[in-house]
């Protein structure tokens, strides 16, 4: 079956640091990958996705690349904020369909 | 004007007893979900809706029952509520097409907390 695995958190950064949050991902065909973001409180957001093999999906500074040789999806951020501080969940969907299989979310911390 | 509205945010209440939670989305999508959010917030898929109709039913107790009055609602039902129960609910809706043209993103509605004590 369809499987993500993340990184576990927390992880715990300074202002402007460097930002990586491993994603890699089981899947039979093309799946979409998605990464949601959940601040305090509130519910899931969409932060970026990519559809295909070697798509880069970005958004406010977050990046990530569709590896299908090493079936990752690892997010990245050159300069994290204080308020980045949330939990990240990596996704997928099947091709065709759009229920979400998610991995067990990365919680991080960012200090001034 | 908000996306997907869940009612009631929290609910507090006994082992035993018989709530609902509801949830509108204002998007016109066709497909309704509905997420389940422990407390070490994994998520894991419940029920999911296209225009009306049960799609998807994960391995749920028969006491969770969700019902789609029409494809702008699905609410979840719950008999009989036991402790593990307690967890955040969420709802989500989608719009089916292919994923290049914006389909498969789920837009997600705040969350409802549930204590069962």
């Known amino acids: 079956g369809n499987s993500v695995t993340q990184m576990e958190g927390p992880v715990t950064l300074s202002e402007e640091a460097f930002l990586t949050i491993n994603c890699t991902y089981t899947?039979?065909?093309?799946?979409?990958l998605f990464w949601y973001v959940q601040y305090p409180g509130e519910g899931l957001q969409l932060l970026l996705k990519?559809?295909?093999?070697?798509d880069k999906g970005s958004n406010k500074g977050f990046e990530a690349t569709y590896r299908k040789e090493t079936t990752s999806f690892h997010l990245e951020k050159g300069s994290v904020q204080v308020s980045d501080s949330a939990v990240y969940f990596c996704a997928l969907s099947r091709s065709g369909y759009s229920t979400l299989t998610f991995g067990k979310g990365t919680m991080l911390l960012v200090s001034p | 004007d908000t996306a997907v509205s869940q009612t009631p945010k929290y609910l507090v209440t006994q082992m035993g007893n018989d709530k609902s939670i509801k949830c509108e989305q204002n998007l016109g999508h066709d497909t309704m979900y509905w997420y389940k959010q422990d407390s070490k917030k994994f998520l894991k898929i419940m029920f999911s809706?296209?225009?009306?109709?049960?799609?998807i039913n994960e391995t749920v107790p028969n006491r969770f029952s969700p019902k789609s009055p029409d494809k702008a609602h699905l609410n979840l039902h719950i008999n009989s509520l036991e402790l593990g129960d307690s967890a955040v609910y969420f709802c989500?809706?989608?719009?089916?097409?292919?994923?290049?043209?914006?389909?498969?993103?789920?837009?997600f509605g705040a969350g409802s907390r549930l204590t069962v004590l």
């Open positions: 899947a039979t065909g093309y799946p979409s």
């Open positions: 990519a559809t295909k093999a070697d």
């Open positions: 989500a809706s989608s719009q089916e097409g292919t994923a290049s043209s914006g389909a498969n993103v789920l837009t």
């Open positions: 809706y296209n225009n009306k109709e049960l799609i």
